[in-house]
């Protein structure tokens, strides 16, 4: 079974999502950098880790993008 590996800082980033999910009309909320989804499908995630997710490691941006063609 594959080991999941955690960023030092996964409880702070963890917490940071944590809180903006629990604000009014947010439906979801991305681990690496806190953004508050207001709305959700795989095609909005896929555009927020190809574009617009400062902290994403450079592989989950690069499948974003090819998801989106």
Same mark, same amino acid.
């Given at each position: 079974?594959?080991? %999941? #590996?955690? +960023?030092?800082?996964?409880?702070?980033? *963890?917490?940071?999502? %944590?809180? @903006?999910?629990?604000? +009014?009309?947010? %439906?979801?909320? !991305?681990?690496? !950098?806190? #953004?508050? /989804?207001?709305? /959700?499908?795989?095609?909005?995630?896929?555009?927020?880790?190809? @574009?617009? !997710? +400062? @902290?994403? +490691?450079?592989?989950?941006?690069?499948?974003?993008?090819?998801? *989106?063609?």
């Amino acid at each position: 079974m594959a080991k %999941v #590996h955690f +960023p030092a800082d996964a409880e702070a980033k *963890l917490r940071r999502a %944590v809180r @903006n999910a629990k604000k +009014p009309r947010i %439906v979801g909320a !991305c681990f690496w !950098c806190g #953004h508050g /989804y207001t709305k /959700y499908t795989h095609e909005i995630e896929d555009e927020h880790f190809a @574009n617009g !997710c +400062p @902290n994403a +490691p450079e592989k989950l941006k690069a499948d974003a993008k090819k998801r *989106l063609g």
